[in-house]
């Protein structure tokens, strides 16, 4: 069974940090290009960042220089390293994991970002 765990969100003031991650089994991890999406309220779902199995890395422009995505394929875990938030990433956010046709996204998890 293929389970994406995400955890690390939360409430947190503009201008703070949160480091979300998401756990996965029941899939070969490394081989997997994984995602972080988000979708705020009344929005569509929408790619934040993507990191390839060699490590290469993509964000959308919005979350540029603000926002680092790793992986560790010894964990099977993706990170979501967001910094200098603001009220605007307010969403819920999502891991995706794709290879070819398969894919599995995560329950999501929430970032509020409000003083």
């Known amino acids: 069974q293929v389970q994406l765990v995400e955890s690390g969100g939360g409430l947190v003031q503009p201008g703070g940090s949160l480091r979300l991650s998401c756990a996965t089994s029941g899939i070969t991890f490394s081989i997997y290009t994984m995602n972080w999406y988000l979708q705020a309220p009344g929005k569509q779902r929408e790619l934040v960042a993507a990191?390839?199995?060699?490590?290469?890395?993509n964000y959308a422009d919005s979350v540029k220089g603000r926002f680092t995505i790793s992986r560790d394929n010894v964990k099977n875990t993706v990170y979501l390293q967001m910094s200098s938030l603001k009220p605007e990433d307010t969403a819920v956010y999502y891991c995706y994991a794709r290879l070819s046709i398969n894919f599995y996204w995560g329950q999501g998890t929430q970032v509020t970002v409000s003083s």
């Open positions: 990191i390839t199995t060699g490590g290469s890395t």
